[in-house]
């Protein structure tokens, strides 16, 4: 097959990962006869210094003119200061909004070979983490309108959290389809007891559980599924929330299998193409110095090839040679732990395509 990929390498660690990530990707496309074409594209703070925005036209144009993109990261201190409809972040909203992904697939998985690197107790991790968010990605506060104005002689901040009923509907549907291949059971998780858009959220998500007689749904509380999260995570399979809770609980549940640096993430509309981004942001402090997790692009890249070019083998060959590269003993600083190998950023990469 050939397949077009835009490529955002961003700011930070961005263009490190997003290497290694291609390097495995290459050796897929050697190995199984495919043809990966790249367009590389400004986006984030590195498109700021150079275009004096965080999102030209022409970047955006190139991730609908293509099979999917794949992100890196962006964003960094260097930009704080930036006025907010040209900061890094607004690109990433920016390109999901346009491309219409209101899907974003986080999985939690611990690796067995890092069970070391969870902050919870060896008894919780032995009964497994295994869990799929599904976090609804261009609606919510996210996307409601945000104002500040002066009121009574002070500022107030206004962001508003709006969902309608089709919105939620879509991304219910999609967690109830993605439970269906896995464990049948979804949790969907709001603040009915104070939010509308809760109350609405919960309405919907329970019409649409009627269509899926054969997948348990459950309401939770987000803020109990905060709490939950670290207290029994195996008892989660598949998680549905609004975009902010969503943000939130997915960081959390990226740290308790041990490191944010693994997680992956597909973002995903109504046709096959999607943006795949591992869920950490840039990491300033470590850029440049080749120190960085590749891995959680290098799965955003597995996953690239699941779910928008139905390259089941080649997925599953990449998975299987992190596993095996793990195994072995090999570490990135974020995870390594005693009597392991610690490897560079790049020697990571190299390793995981060496397994292929
Ligand atoms: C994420 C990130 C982004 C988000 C930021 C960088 C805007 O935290 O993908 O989780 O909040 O969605
Ligand atoms: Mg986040």
Redesign the pocket.
């Known amino acids: 097959m050939n397949k077009t990929i835009t490529v955002i390498k961003g700011d930070g660690i961005g263009p490190e990962i997003v290497t290694e990530a291609m390097k495995v990707l290459d050796r897929i496309a050697e190995k199984y006869g495919h043809t990966f074409t790249y367009q590389e594209i400004l986006a984030g703070g590195c498109a700021i210094d150079v275009y004096g925005k965080s999102l030209p036209e022409e970047s955006l144009q190139k991730c609908l003119d293509c099979d999917s993109v794949l992100l890196g990261a ?2 960094g201190p260097k930009w704080d200061g930036v006025e907010k409809s040209i900061r890094p ?1 607004a690109a ?2 920016g390109i999901r909004s346009a491309m219409g992904l209101y899907a974003n697939l986080r999985p939690a998985r611990l690796f067995p070979q890092l069970a070391d690197a969870s902050p919870l107790k060896p008894e919780i991790v032995a009964r497994g983490i295994d869990l799929m968010m599904v976090r609804e990605l261009i609606g919510g506060a ?1 996307f409601g309108e945000h104002k500040t104005v002066t009121e009574n002689g002070e500022l107030v901040a206004h962001d508003d959290m709006t969902y309608a009923e089709h919105e939620i509907r879509r991304i219910a549907r999609t967690a109830f389809e993605t439970a269906r291949k896995r464990g049948s059971r979804v949790i969907s998780v709001d603040k009915a007891n104070v939010l509308d858009s809760s109350r609405l959220w919960r309405k919907v998500v329970h019409q649409v559980a009627e269509e899926y007689p054969d997948v348990t749904c459950t309401d939770m509380l987000v803020d109990n599924t905060a709490m939950q999260l670290v207290k029994n995570p195996a008892q989660f399979d598949v998680v549905v929330t609004e975009n902010l809770f969503g ?1 939130i609980l ?2 959390e549940a990226s740290m308790i299998t041990g490191s944010i640096g693994m997680m992956a ?1 597909a973002s995903l509309g109504e046709g096959t193409r999607g943006m795949y ?1 591992p ?1 950490h ?1 840039s990491a300033p402090d470590i850029a440049g110095q080749n120190l960085a997790n590749p891995i959680g692009t290098i799965l955003s890249a597995a996953m690239m090839l699941r779910y928008s070019f139905d390259m089941i083998k080649e997925a599953d060959a990449i998975e299987a040679a992190v596993n095996t590269v793990l195994d072995k003993g090999y570490r990135t600083g974020d995870i390594m732990s005693e009597g392991m190998t610690q490897v560079t950023c790049s020697q990571m990469g190299d390793l995981i395509a060496a397994e292929l």
């Open positions: 962006v964003g972040e990433l909203l996210y943000d997915s960081d993430s981004e869920i942001g």
